[in-house]
């Protein structure tokens, strides 16, 4: 079945990075975008950005530019969402998901999430 | 604050039914029929709902249903069941230079 799983949860200091992987299985992982979405304790949903892991090809958010790179490495079907100069207001559970329809950005299936706790 | 204005909670009796708005502007949810409603139970990972304003994946009830108005999108919960409580998020995709979608703030929904 199609499937993503992430990687496990991390705790790290502030102005450390953090890079949170999530796995594709079940169907071509090229041929669909994956986008990031993030959720701080007790808030809503907060878009980050995606990458087309087919060509490699990102747009982040205008929030996180200059501190978020999302990569992928197709050998192994997995997405990266690396964060870096963390801050105590980044920790949140991060979720990949692909998105079904691009244009209308449906995110129909999504990782389990992964909690990024920052704290000194 | 979140970009799309949700109602913070809304509750129902078994069997009842509830809607729960969504309001953006003509750059979000008035201009595109790009609207998405997202499901999330505690702890789990949100699970698509409705998408393009109404259209159900496979799989989910159709007892729910959506809808748009203007800059208004809607989720309707007919025959509310006590699963269905959960938190329930908008998105849509938005034509602002900083992001490319947008997400409610969100609306906790509480079966009686």
């Known amino acids: 079945q199609v499937q993503l799983v992430q990687s496990g949860a991390e705790v790290k200091k502030p102005g450390a990075s953090v890079k949170v992987s999530c796995k594709a299985s079940?169907?071509?992982?090229?041929?669909?975008?994956m986008h990031w979405v993030r959720q701080a304790p007790g808030q809503g949903l907060e878009w980050m950005g995606w990458?087309?892991?087919?060509?490699?090809?990102?747009n982040y958010a205008q929030k996180f530019q200059g501190r978020v790179t999302m990569t992928r490495d197709t050998s192994i079907s997995t997405a990266y969402m690396e964060l870096s100069r963390l801050r105590s207001d980044d920790t949140a559970v991060y979720y990949c998901?692909?998105?079904?329809?691009?244009?209308?950005?449906?995110?129909?299936?999504w990782g389990q999430g992964t909690t990024v706790t920052v704290s000194s | 604050q979140s970009a799309l204005t949700q109602p913070a909670s809304v509750s129902g009796s078994p069997g009842q039914s509830i809607t729960i708005s969504c309001t953006g502007t003509s750059s979000d949810v008035g201009g595109y029929n790009y609207v998405s409603w997202y499901q999330q139970h505690p702890g789990k990972a949100p699970k698509l709902m409705i998408y393009?304003?109404?259209n159900r994946p496979s799989g989910v009830p159709d007892r729910f249903s959506g809808s748009k108005s203007g800059n208004t999108a809607s989720l309707t919960i007919s025959g509310l069941q006590a699963e269905d409580e959960a938190d329930y998020y908008c998105?849509?995709?938005?034509?602002?230079?900083?992001?490319?979608?947008?997400f409610g703030g969100g609306t906790k929904l509480t079966v009686l």
């Open positions: 998105s849509s995709y938005t034509s602002s230079s900083t992001l490319d979608v947008v």
């Open positions: 990458i087309n892991p087919n060509s490699g090809g990102t």
């Open positions: 393009e304003v109404s």
């Open positions: 998901a692909r998105v079904v329809v691009p244009a209308a950005i449906v995110m129909d299936v």
């Open positions: 079940g169907y071509t992982f090229t041929g669909y975008y």
